[in-house]
């Protein structure tokens, strides 16, 4: 387990461990109305380097068992969003550990886009709501915080000799997804040598029950969300996930790397 350091801003003191310490910490959000969050990533970011417990996005059962003044946004997706990182998932194999899809032999790795633009107060005309109203929901996307996701999701499929594959729905969300199919086929083809193919998440998820394994699979926000959780579940439990935030300095580091020691460099 880890040590926290309670403290009230990002410049924390030391621990006897060098550890900068945050207080992630319920009493913390209900004093600094939840601005902790927004702290903690600007220090993760100046230091480049951070140890972080779990946390929960509160619901209303939540607000009420700890008593919180508002559902605070996901420290999560606040953090990622400050550093433009992604997440990248893959199970740990064990042989005595029964795997509900037997016939992954080799681990998959979930490339998450970490950044997912959502808006709930805009005024925006959407649909002309008749009768008992609606719901609209939005959300937005910026060319750099794409091309981070495709250096990290490309990145670690280079490191590990594994091909890359990308999933959307384009062909409904024509612009949306496209842009994201579109940012990753020029970045592969300007800059990467491994494998890279774009497939719709239909055949994508039908494709990774039927194969053994051993690639890379990005996916967007809410597609990561879910399809890292099965591939957890499929390979035997939630509990055996490396889970690791790559941001773009990171991406930077890793480059200069494999610059430096070229096909060499097995270690992330």
């Not at 945050?22 to 902790?36: E, F, K, M």
Request: charged share 20%; proline share 2%; with cysteine.
């Amino acid at each position: 387990m880890t040590s926290v350091i309670v403290a009230g801003t990002a410049e924390a003191a030391f621990d006897s461990r060098g550890l900068l310490g945050n207080g992630l910490l319920v009493i913390i959000a209900r004093r600094t109305l939840d601005h902790w969050v927004f702290w903690c990533s600007t220090a993760f970011a100046r230091y480049n380097v951070a140890i972080k417990c779990a946390t929960i996005t509160p619901d209303e059962g939540r607000m009420k068992e700890f008593n919180l003044r508002a559902m605070w946004k996901s420290p999560n997706g606040t953090i990622r969003n400050i550093l433009n990182g992604t997440v990248l998932r893959e199970p740990i194999i064990c042989k005595n550990i029964h795997r509900l899809v037997h016939g992954w032999t080799k681990p998959i790795c979930i490339g998450r886009h970490a950044f997912d633009g959502r808006e709930e107060q805009i005024e925006l005309d959407v649909f002309n709501f008749t009768g008992a109203g609606g719901v609209a929901l939005s959300m937005y996307n910026t060319d750099e915080f794409i091309r981070a996701f495709s250096e990290a999701s490309m990145n670690m499929a280079y490191q590990k000799r594994w091909p890359l594959y990308l999933s959307t729905k384009n062909t409904i969300l024509k612009k949306y997804d496209g842009k994201f199919k579109d940012i990753f086929q020029e970045n592969y083809e300007t800059k990467w040598r491994a494998k890279y193919e774009h497939r719709l998440i239909d055949d994508m998820v039908a494709y990774a029950l039927k194969s053994e394994g051993g690639y890379v699979w990005a996916c967007k926000n809410y597609d990561g969300d879910v399809q890292s959780d099965l591939i957890a579940q499929g390979f035997g439990s939630l509990g055996l996930m490396i889970s690791v935030l790559v941001c773009a300095l990171t991406v930077e580091l890793l480059n200069l790397k494999l610059l430096m020691f070229g096909t060499n460099m097995t270690t992330y």
